[in-house]
């Protein structure tokens, strides 16, 4: 469809872009990967089946944000997704259930069983981090900002390693129920429960983490954020009990977003959001934030004058009975979309 036809006032239009917008990934200043992937998640699974459900439940969206009105004209494209991802993650999906159904049932992680089996899951993972890192390389290079909608949070770090090669230094804001510090969390090294802790290790250019909205971790990961000087954690309860006090969302959101660097990436895991949000996310935690908090904190970060280099979207799992987290999952995207955006406005000469 060519621009020149499309009106955005007009229906939503079904065909197979994000919100239905006619931009070709070459002309958009910010492309959309998909990595439709959830082989390691340890509760609930379906975050593979997220691209497809937010794709089609962005085209009910209208287009007027007026946190960012108009910037969707600079254009937002969406990659070809990678369905030999999806097909890869139900395979290897089977191999990992079975692995946690083992350990969980105070199995041995040394019986050979279990070893070839996380052994294959982390070649597959692998794999998938180094496409989803040539994917993003691929429109980096030509200038794009890249936004990927996964899947678990294991399928960022190869966009991260992607943008780590192109940039000196640069902060993350992690808005997550958990801290996802764990080392090679059930012997999968590539865990969804491992995404920060792989940066940490592999992406030197990362300088600061900035957790946000997180209240469930272990003893462990609260010591390896206490103990590192490139994460800051604001966890939930400690945010609730400032607001308890008197402390308002935006001295909070502003205090947040002041221990980041000038570029910043987003790392948005549905989690960090409330219940009503998002009741199918793959480990859902009580507490999170509210949708409107987190778009504040968002807005904040692009009013800060930083620059955001990069987000994803990440955990929304779809239920075919209620259609609440892909929705949900829609307008968090358009919103990370419009504030990226936003965010990289040229300055008037």
């Not at 931009?23 to 998640?41: G, I, K, Y």
């Not at 008197?246 to 205090?255: F, I, K, L, N, V």
């Not at 409107?292 to 930083?306: F, H, I, M």
């Not at 994803?312 to 799992?317: F, K, Q």
Request: net charge negative; hydrophobic share 40%.
């Amino acid at each position: 469809m060519e621009q020149k036809v499309f009106d955005p006032d007009g229906v939503g239009v079904d065909n197979g872009t994000y919100f239905g917008l006619p931009f070709e990934p070459e002309t958009a200043e910010l492309v959309l990967v998909s990595a439709p992937w959830d082989v390691t998640v340890s509760y609930g699974a379906g975050a593979a089946y997220a691209p497809d459900a937010i794709i089609e439940a962005s085209t009910q969206l209208d287009f007027h944000d007026p946190l960012a009105p108009g910037r969707w004209r600079r254009g937002i494209a969406t990659a070809d997704v990678d369905y030999s991802l999806q097909e890869e993650s139900q395979r290897l999906r089977t191999d990992a259930a079975r692995v946690i159904e083992h350990l969980e049932g105070g199995g041995c992680p040394e019986d050979d069983y279990v070893v070839r089996k996380i052994r294959r899951v982390n070649e597959g993972c692998a794999a998938m981090n180094a496409k989803v890192r040539a994917q993003a390389a691929r429109w980096l290079d030509l200038g794009k900002i890249v936004g990927l909608v996964g899947g678990d949070h294991s399928t960022p770090y190869g966009l991260i390693r992607a943008l780590g090669e192109r940039h000196e230094r640069f902060g993350i804001l992690h808005l997550d129920a958990h801290c996802d510090l764990r080392e090679g969390y059930e012997g999968f090294e590539f865990s969804h429960a491992s995404i920060m802790f792989n940066v940490l290790r592999d992406v030197e250019q990362v300088e600061k983490i900035v957790q946000v909205a997180v209240r469930d971790f272990s003893e462990r990961e609260a010591l390896t954020a206490a103990q590192s000087p490139r994460v800051e954690t604001f966890d939930d309860l400690t945010l609730a009990a400032g607001r308890f006090r008197g402390e308002t969302w935006d001295e909070q959101c502003r205090r947040i977003v002041g221990a980041l660097p000038q570029e910043v990436y987003v790392s948005f895991d549905v989690d960090a959001l409330t219940f009503e949000n998002c009741p199918h996310t793959g480990t859902p935690v009580s507490g999170g934030l509210s949708f409107n908090e987190a778009v504040w904190l968002l807005d904040t970060l692009a009013r800060s004058g930083r620059r955001i280099i990069g987000f994803d979207l990440v955990e929304v799992c779809p239920s075919a009975q209620e259609r609440l987290d892909a929705i949900t999952g829609a307008r968090l995207l358009w919103k990370l979309c419009g504030l990226t955006l936003k965010s990289n406005d040229k300055p008037n000469l």
